[in-house]
């Protein structure tokens, strides 16, 4: 009997978990299928040292199974950094569902699901992301505790979009501060790529402030209606990052900022609501540095979101969340200083206070 000869494909798929590039000491990853349904889902759980791991379930209909553990992987680890800079007690999780959140969603695939995070007791706590609404959340509810932003009727914070879109807001005007002098960004340029719920509020917060906003967005039905609401100028071209503008805010899917990018990217200032924009945190924050441009991370301001859910695990109301989501603008300024006195990117400098805070607290229950 003779060993099957796997091709260089095949041994790629042959790796581990534990050797995926994007796999950064995860505690826990849990597979779930269930056949009746049609649910495939992957929850990862990043870190709990700080608490439970709360972020956002996802539906996206993934080329591959590969690509959505990739995706789990990296969006985890953000949340628990996201947490962790923002001074919320609570660690990084997050679940994706495969699938097209327009077709294949259904009730019952919802609760399957729900009853899959129940069965981990409390360790991972989801919530609404890409593909999801509240009222996913509310069926995700009726068969476990376990979820948050659920409807405000049935005593939840709702829908954590608005807040979101606030926080990058707030780390939009420090970021714009440090870079040009003010924060007012009446005159500025302002591309929003990727216009849902979060990326239209975003929109509708700099137009108020008189700023010009360009908006990009593969549906064609939200460019007319959000341009015809705001105002907002279309972009329907290839290449939108070659297109001048003062800030670049990337409200869509991860890694924009590659090496096909980058070299072409105008903004001064790079401030969205995406997770993991950089595709390659060091050599793309490194290459930011390098360019003078104010990169203003990630999981630092858009951390609104999480503020807003966490308000129903600790009881506290809109005004603290207001409160807490309007303090990114401060955290902002202070990580965009130590970065340049400390001559390192601001990825690094948010990265360190956030990995600071985990080990600090991990000292503490030894």
């Not at 199974?65 to 789990?72: G, H, I, K, R």
């Not at 680890?77 to 996201?82: D, L, P, T, V």
Request: hydrophobic share 35%; proline share 3%; with cysteine.
């Amino acid at each position: 009997m003779t060993a099957d000869i796997l091709t260089p494909q095949e041994l790629k798929k042959a790796d581990p978990v534990f050797g995926q590039h994007s796999f950064n000491d995860h505690e826990q990853i849990v597979f779930c299928n269930d056949k009746d349904t049609g649910l495939k889902a992957i929850i990862g759980i990043h870190n709990t040292v700080l608490g439970p791991a709360l972020g956002g379930t996802r539906m996206w209909n993934y080329a591959t199974e590969w690509d959505a553990l990739n995706d789990v992987l990296r969006l985890s680890r953000g949340m628990s950094f996201k947490s962790a800079i923002t001074g919320l007690n609570l660690g990084g999780g997050k679940a994706v569902i495969i699938g097209d959140a327009k077709t294949q969603k259904t009730p019952e695939l919802m609760k399957r699901f729900g009853e899959f995070v129940h069965s981990l007791s409390g360790k991972y706590i989801t919530a609404e992301d890409v593909g999801m609404e509240t009222a996913d959340m509310d069926l995700v509810r009726e068969v476990t505790p376990y979820v948050t932003g659920i409807s405000e009727s049935k005593g939840g914070a709702g829908n954590p979009s608005p807040i979101t879109a606030y926080g990058v807001f707030m780390g939009m005007k420090a970021a714009s501060k440090h870079a040009f002098g003010s924060d007012n960004l009446e005159g500025r340029t302002v591309v929003v790529q990727g216009i849902g719920h979060v990326g239209e509020v975003l929109v509708e917060h700099i137009t108020n402030e008189g700023g010009k906003v360009i908006i990009s967005d593969i549906n064609e039905a939200r460019l007319e209606e959000v341009s015809k609401k705001y105002g907002a100028e279309i972009y329907r071209g290839n290449d939108v990052y070659s297109i001048p503008m003062d800030i670049y805010a990337p409200c869509a899917l991860g890694a924009t900022i590659n090496d096909n990018t980058i070299q072409k990217l105008q903004a001064k200032v790079i401030a969205g609501a995406a997770n993991n924009q950089l595709k390659d945190e060091n050599l793309h924050g490194a290459q930011l540095q390098q360019r003078g441009v104010v990169y203003a991370p990630d999981f630092l301001i858009n951390a609104g979101g999480i503020i807003n859910v966490y308000a129903e695990l600790e009881n506290y109301g809109k005004q603290e969340i207001i409160r807490k989501t309007e303090n990114i603008y401060d955290t902002t300024l202070e990580i965009l200083r130590t970065a340049e006195t400390g001559s390192i990117t601001t990825h690094q400098a948010a990265l360190k206070v956030a990995v600071e805070r985990i080990e600090a607290r991990k000292n503490q229950n030894k």
